[in-house]
């Protein structure tokens, strides 16, 4: 997710949920951080490693 999108998403979030000044930040940072976990290409951009296939004869 582009982080002007997740910084937007997160304040939203923050100013819906938050009461007071620092529950309002501590929110938004646990809401970027957690948009930031849902990010697929962190995870796509890992390749497997090839792993070398073992034939059995018997």
Request: aromatic share 8%; hydrophobic share 45%.
């Amino acid at each position: 997710m582009n982080k002007f999108f997740r910084a937007i998403i997160a304040a939203w979030g923050a100013k819906k949920l938050g009461g007071g000044c620092l529950s309002t930040i501590v929110i938004f940072i646990i809401i970027y951080t957690l948009l930031g976990k849902c990010d697929n290409k962190s995870r796509a951009s890992v390749p497997l490693p090839n792993k070398p296939q073992v034939t059995v004869c018997r």
